[in-house]
């Protein structure tokens, strides 16, 4: 019998760097994570080729949709080099549920999409427990997503996120409305940088000398890694709260652009804002990188929120505060509605020292 030569193997999607059998151990360690954010017109779970959702379990008559998506952005950098996953998932979810309230949508379900080039389960499970908390917190369902193992397009042990969110509101309880001369800004404050500007932040950090693991100048007893890895403030349950009994005109979510750039969006045509820089104090975390990067107080408002996460509009202020205050949420009176072709001006600058 003559030998038969030895033959290659065959081609894998294994061999080719894709584990089918880990992205199926994620669906089963994330599902009683997604489970527990089901909320009323939730229908089905993981695993299908789409979610469904009924709105009139929901308790909608006359529901206009929103919708919306974002990300992480490269503040994604600084939890994979400190290797903390556990709170990015709720900056996922506040990203997108933040610019659904400002609506006047109540957030009814999420969807994530993480893509990496190997698949690392635990990590993964980490970052989708984090997304639900952001969605249990925020009364909306995670109702499905999408894991993408996609080897040579990622870097070993990197990964990105996507997210995205639809929400509801009655046709007639849509925001901004009414907004006019006159109206109070009322600024909420931020937890910290949020998830904005992070490649700023890292040439910051990179000047500064600093590690990860060492102590933030700016918050004692937290690694750098720790504190700039708060995750954005969710605000869903207080503006809803304050929309459902009538107190709010708009609001504006502080993301990329800062308040200059944020606030004119809700405005109509003739009317700008003033605000009064010296009417809070911002918080250490941008005072520092302000001084150890040396960015201008003009750059420093553009990039970053600098204290100031969400601005509500309304023709009461003293009841919205007095609102707040009740429950247990600090707020400031930043400035007022105008009527000017100008957008936005400061009355008093912004003190970073």
Request: with cysteine.
């Amino acid at each position: 019998m003559t030998d038969q030569p030895d033959t290659p193997q065959g081609a894998s999607y294994a061999q080719a760097g894709v584990d089918i059998a880990a992205g199926d151990a994620l669906v089963d360690a994330i599902k009683p994570a997604a489970k527990a954010t089901n909320r009323p017109g939730t229908m089905g779970g993981l695993g299908g080729f789409g979610a469904l959702f009924d709105l009139k379990a929901a308790g909608f008559t006359d529901p206009v949709l929103v919708s919306c998506t974002d990300g992480v952005g490269t503040k994604l950098m600084v939890a994979i080099e400190a290797g903390k996953h556990d709170e990015v998932g709720v900056d996922l979810v506040a990203m997108c549920v933040n610019d659904l309230v400002v609506q006047g949508a109540t957030p009814l379900f999420f969807l994530d999409y993480l893509a990496t080039g190997k698949l690392s389960v635990e990590d993964a499970a980490t970052v989708v427990k984090g997304i639900a908390h952001g969605c249990a917190e925020s009364g909306c369902a995670l109702v499905g997503g999408e894991t993408a193992e996609m080897p040579g397009m990622y870097a070993p042990g990197h990964y990105d996120l996507a997210g995205f969110s639809v929400g509801a509101a009655e046709r007639d309880n849509l925001l901004p409305a009414g907004i006019r001369e006159g109206d109070a800004l009322i600024g909420l404050p931020s937890s910290g940088v949020h998830s904005n500007g992070f490649s700023l932040v890292r040439a910051i950090v990179r000047r500064s000398g600093l590690g990860w693991n060492s102590p933030a100048p700016f918050a004692d007893g937290h690694t750098l890694a720790e504190a700039l890895l708060t995750p954005t403030k969710l605000y869903v349950r207080t503006v809803l709260d304050l929309h459902a009994k009538g107190l709010l005109h708009g609001c504006a979510h502080i993301t990329g652009g800062g308040l200059p750039g944020n606030l004119p969006r809700v405005l109509p045509e003739g009317l700008g804002v003033r605000v009064d820089g010296s009417s809070w104090t911002v918080p250490s975390v941008f005072r520092w990188m302000a001084q150890v990067g040396n960015v201008a107080a003009d750059e420093m408002l553009r990039v970053f929120n600098c204290g100031i996460g969400m601005v509500l509009v309304t023709p009461e202020p003293e009841r919205v505060l007095t609102e707040l205050e009740a429950r247990g949420e600090s707020a400031f009176l930043i400035g007022e509605v105008v009527r000017s072709d100008e957008h936005y001006a400061l009355t008093a600058p912004v003190s970073f020292s």
